[in-house]
């Protein structure tokens, strides 16, 4: 079993930054893939990114591509999301999630994941 706790998320404005960090337990986080998804009210949970486990891959929704940085800290069991530039469309609440295994072309699809945490708001006002 993996337990993930997200953090980090909060209230900010348009153009502001947030940094949400996902602290896990349970398995050596060196062999997890992590990701990031949100899903905002009435909404269907999207892919936001993913990193391999050495942290030398990471990938991106393209509308979050370039505004967003997903990174690792493996010493930490810690995966962090680092967002700028935000707009009120990136409102949602954020989830970490972790799989032991997945196909590079699966990284985006939410089932693809085994484990996920409680998840984390993050609003952007206008």
């Known amino acids: 079993q993996v337990q993930l706790v997200e953090s980090g998320g909060g209230l900010v404005q348009a153009g502001g930054s947030l940094r949400l960090s996902c602290a896990a337990s349970?398995?050596?986080?060196?062999?997890?893939?992590m990701g990031w998804f949100r899903q905002a009210p009435g909404k269907e949970r999207e892919f936001v990114s993913a990193?391999?486990?050495?942290?030398?891959?990471?990938y991106y929704a393209d509308s979050v591509k370039g505004r967003f940085t997903t990174s690792r800290d493996n010493a930490k069991n810690t995966v962090y999301l680092q967002m700028n530039s935000l707009t009120p469309e990136d409102t949602a609440v954020y989830f970490c999630?972790?799989?032991?295994?997945?196909?590079?072309?699966?990284?985006?699809?939410?089932?693809?994941?085994?484990?996920w945490g409680q998840g984390t708001q993050v609003t952007v006002s206008s």
């Open positions: 999630a972790a799989t032991q295994s997945v196909a590079t072309m699966r990284l985006r699809i939410h089932s693809a994941y085994d484990y």
């Open positions: 349970g398995r050596t986080f060196s062999s997890l893939v």
């Open positions: 990193i391999t486990r050495s942290g030398g891959g990471t």
